[in-house]
């Protein structure tokens, strides 16, 4: 996910979609399988259709997407884990970068040392 | 830059990123323990961390995103679990945390500064890290407002 790539109204879905605690859950069970819509309505104390609803609010997102396996439309996440986990660290790796650039800021002119910057991955 | 190193284990679900200041270890500390500034820099410009409740003690908080803190030891180390609150600044019980540990020492006169943040599960850091980005999301569309008023 690139900053520049999501319009107003996309981030506004994305926020919406993760702060329901049911949808957060939906999408834990997405992320280490694939499961179908009435697999996961199964496992929730609420009706079919309220699970559908949550779901559509996830696929507008962005979140998951739908594939239709015979008679069951099945839900998985997006891309697989390893290459998402690996995205999520980078996209931290971002938010620390602006961090430690403002607290440099904050502490005046200078304090930023002149030096090598290594940055290493290490995967698995 | 101040960005010593960034080292990301993805077998572990950390990230460790050294960075060195020319600044006292005092002023460093400060940037963590006094809400004020800590509101400057945690959060995107434009959207500032409202850090209305800071209290730099075990058991203390910091709400929506909140902190437990866990050990502190001034000014040289800190470790807290980040988490979410609500807009009532209750505690959202199921939402993913992480640990972060933070740990200042004093280097060619200047501080180093070692944080390492650790997730639970591959699922907790893709949920915690896509609500990260939104907040910093939201800060660009907020700036981007009064240019375009």
């Not at chain 1, 005046?108 to 940055?119: E, M, N």
């Amino acid at each position: 996910m690139v900053v520049d790539e999501l319009a107003d109204g996309t981030v506004d879905e994305l926020f919406h979609a993760l702060a329901d605690p049911t949808r957060r859950d939906i999408l834990r069970r997405c992320a280490a399988g694939e499961p179908s819509v009435s697999r996961l309505a199964q496992a929730y104390p609420m009706s079919f259709a309220a699970v559908q609803k949550h779901v559509a609010v996830l696929e507008r997102a962005g979140l998951i997407t739908k594939t239709r396996h015979g008679r069951e439309q099945l839900v998985r996440t997006d891309g697989d884990a390893v290459v998402r986990a690996r995205r999520a660290l980078d996209e931290l790796e971002t938010i620390w970068r602006g961090r430690v650039d403002r607290m440099s800021s904050l502490l005046g002119k200078g304090a930023a040392r002149q030096g090598k910057t290594s940055t290493k991955g290490r995967s698995g | 830059m101040s960005i010593t190193s960034v080292d990301v284990d993805h077998d572990n679900l950390t990230m460790t990123l050294i960075a060195d200041f020319d600044a006292p270890i005092d002023q460093v500390w400060e940037l963590w323990s006094d809400p004020r500034k800590l509101e400057r820099w945690w959060g995107p410009p434009g959207y500032p961390a409202t850090v209305e409740k800071h209290d730099l003690t075990p058991g203390g908080e910091k709400l929506r995103g909140m902190w437990r803190v866990t050990a502190v030891d001034p000014p040289s180390s800190l470790e807290f679990i980040d988490a979410f609150a609500d807009s009532e600044w209750a505690p959202i019980a199921d939402m993913p945390t992480h640990t972060v540990r933070v740990e200042l020492s004093e280097r060619e006169g200047g501080t180093r500064m070692e944080m390492r943040s650790t997730f639970e599960s591959p699922e907790d850091m893709e949920i915690l890290v896509k609500m990260g980005m939104v907040e910093g999301l939201r800060g660009a569309a907020a700036q981007m407002d009064p240019l375009l008023a």
